[in-house]
């Protein structure tokens, strides 16, 4: 989606950039975001410019899922909650909250196959959304049956 940003008319890519700009993100928020990227392993976050590249479609796409293979799945959005691994308050009132979920670990030797985990992972999200559960116990359960998935011949729901 972020590779498309550019295709967009410049009165649009303006008003995305006010928003952005709005948002009010200066330097706490960089260095904020560094460190957290130096943790647990995260560095390739910063590395692809995942957390920028995200910001950039905030303005159209206020609630972002990331997926991110075997190195998990990204959440950042707007919202009036708090906690995340990153937060950060904005003029408006709302929180830009960036959380990063660790896939199940698996030893390669238990992997059958990869196809249907993103389709599994996509699904157990959606559902979790609806549930109205705890997040973290949510986007844990949709992340093991991820992991079901890869360990099956079948597919797993």
């Given at each position: 989606?972020h590779?498309l940003l550019p295709t967009i008319?410049?009165e649009?890519?303006?008003?995305?950039?006010?928003?952005?700009?709005?948002?009010?993100?200066?330097a706490?928020?960089?260095?904020k975001?560094?460190a957290?990227?130096?943790k647990?392993?995260?560095?390739?976050?910063?590395?692809q410019?995942v957390?920028?590249?995200?910001?950039g479609?905030?303005?159209f796409?206020?609630?972002?899922?990331?997926?991110?293979?075997?190195?998990?799945?990204?959440?950042?959005?707007?919202?009036?909650?708090?906690?995340?691994?990153?937060?950060?308050?904005?003029?408006?009132?709302?929180?830009?909250?960036?959380?990063?979920?660790?896939?199940?670990e698996?030893?390669?030797?238990?992997?059958?196959?990869?196809?249907?985990?993103g389709?599994?992972?996509?699904?157990?999200?959606?559902?979790?959304?609806?549930s109205?559960e705890?997040?973290?116990?949510?986007?844990?359960?949709?992340?093991?049956?991820?992991?079901?998935?890869?360990?099956?011949?079948?597919?797993?729901t």
């Amino acid at each position: 989606m972020h590779s498309l940003l550019p295709t967009i008319s410049d009165e649009i890519q303006s008003e995305a950039w006010e928003k952005v700009n709005s948002y009010n993100l200066l330097a706490d928020f960089r260095a904020k975001t560094e460190a957290w990227t130096r943790k647990e392993g995260r560095g390739w976050i910063a590395e692809q410019g995942v957390i920028q590249k995200a910001i950039g479609l905030l303005p159209f796409i206020e609630d972002l899922w990331i997926k991110c293979g075997r190195l998990g799945v990204i959440r950042v959005h707007l919202t009036r909650e708090s906690g995340g691994n990153l937060r950060q308050s904005i003029p408006d009132g709302r929180v830009l909250r960036i959380k990063h979920f660790s896939p199940m670990e698996i030893k390669s030797e238990e992997i059958v196959s990869t196809t249907g985990a993103g389709d599994t992972l996509v699904g157990g999200l959606v559902a979790g959304l609806l549930s109205g559960e705890k997040e973290d116990v949510w986007v844990d359960r949709a992340l093991e049956r991820v992991k079901r998935t890869m360990m099956s011949h079948r597919a797993v729901t």
